[in-house]
């Protein structure tokens, strides 16, 4: 069964420096989306992504956060210089269509700010 | 702004023993209302999808019911592999259509 794959699994880093979490969404999927999940509260959207370009983004999703399709099936979340309350769980999840149709999720990246 | 409220926070029931997981939400326009369940440290995984008031779905020991402000999970005959956090998002027919908003979700714990 087709699933949305994410690495690392787990990432440690120092306050204020860069990383990218990579996902590969589900192969025949056209729209793409980062959410996150702070420990012990709700699965929160980031952004959407759909035809190379941002379609939809949340609040958080500032400045510091931008998204890329590098090739055909990479989709990454960068954040360029990584605070505390950015400690999270980050899925990325995939959809055929935008609207009416339902949102596969990966596993996650843990990301642990130090 | 969307909002979903989900309760009980958390559940706790024998083997066996039905109950109902309880969404209610507040949307500008409903698209959708989903189900998932997420188990510790993983992704949501999800259930199912439904689009208008009456409409039902089921998945073996599941049936997701809505209405108009609110959507039910029934969980019939549960076993401990139920065990899960069970979550409830939206999507509303704003913006790009494509966005869910979750509620905070519910912790369901079967016991033997």
């Known amino acids: 069964e087709p699933e949305v794959t994410q690495t690392p699994s787990h990432q440690v880093t120092q306050m204020g420096q860069e990383v990218i979490l990579r996902c590969v969404p589900i192969?025949?999927?056209?729209?793409f989306y980062w959410y996150r999940q702070i420990l012990g509260q709700k699965v929160e959207f980031l952004v959407s992504?759909?035809?190379?370009?941002?379609?939809?983004k949340s609040e958080i999703f500032d400045d510091q956060f931008s998204v890329e399709r590098p090739d055909g099936s990479n989709f990454t979340l960068k954040i360029r210089s990584t605070k505390l309350e950015d400690s999270a769980m980050y899925f990325c999840?995939?959809?055929?269509?935008?609207?009416?149709?339902?949102?596969?999720f990966g596993q996650g990246t843990r990301l642990t700010v130090v | 702004e969307d909002q979903v409220t989900q309760s009980p926070e958390a559940l706790r029931l024998q083997e066996g023993e039905s109950s109902s997981l309880n969404c209610s939400y507040t949307v500008s326009g409903l698209r959708g209302l989903f189900w998932y369940r997420q188990d510790p440290g993983k992704g949501p995984e999800f259930l199912f999808t439904?689009?208008?008031a009456g409409e039902e779905k089921e998945k073996e020991r599941l049936k997701a019911t809505l209405t108009k402000k609110e959507s039910f999970l029934h969980i019939t005959a549960p076993k401990p592999e139920d065990s899960a956090t069970y979550l409830c998002?939206?999507?509303?027919?704003?913006?790009?259509?494509?966005?869910?908003?979750f509620g905070k979700g519910i912790t369901l714990s079967v016991r033997p």
């Open positions: 192969s025949n999927h056209l729209y």
């Open positions: 992504f759909y035809n190379n370009e941002i379609s939809e």
């Open positions: 999840a995939s959809s055929k269509q935008g609207g009416n149709t339902e949102a596969f």
């Open positions: 439904l689009y208008s």
């Open positions: 998002a939206v999507q509303a027919f704003t913006g790009a259509n494509s966005k869910l908003t």
